[in-house]
């Protein structure tokens, strides 16, 4: 499926992008362009659904590690809802640069599945607590 067949759904702020049942080395390119251009749209927060895919491989994991840095560079917030492919996303630890939530609804209310670290605005990494030990230190 070319890139602009990928279609981005508005939640009032939030754009929500969904991802077909596989993204694999065949997919994933025009995965990534979809993802990096839904990404540039201006929206407070993208909603990546993943709700519908039942398989993704590391092919899948670098469209949306681009997306994340188009997102970031944008000051877009960047969500995912990834129920199925839960598992290759915590292997490869997306889930401490994006927050992964259960279903859509929860994405769009915001209430995370699998927990990610603190981040601000555009997805940067929170001031760490000078006062909590296990807060990493700034360099």
């Known amino acids: 499926m070319p890139a602009e067949d990928y279609k981005v759904q508005w939640a009032g702020q939030q754009a929500v992008i969904a991802t077909p049942i596989e993204i694999d080395v065949v997919n994933a390119g025009e995965i990534r362009q979809a993802l990096r251009s839904a990404a ?81 605005p555009g997805g940067t990494p929170a001031s760490a607590d000078p006062a909590d030990p296990a807060a990493p230190a700034d360099t």
């Open 40 to 120: 540039s749209l201006g929206a407070a927060v993208l909603v990546i659904d993943m709700s519908g895919t039942t398989f993704c491989d590391s092919a899948g994991v670098g469209a949306i590690i681009a997306a994340y840095r188009q997102a970031a560079a944008t000051g877009t917030q960047l969500r995912l809802v990834a129920p199925t492919v839960l598992r290759i996303l915590t292997l490869t630890g997306i889930h401490q640069l994006i927050p992964i939530y259960p279903t859509l609804e929860a994405a769009l209310t915001e209430t995370p599945a699998a927990e990610a670290s603190p981040r601000g």
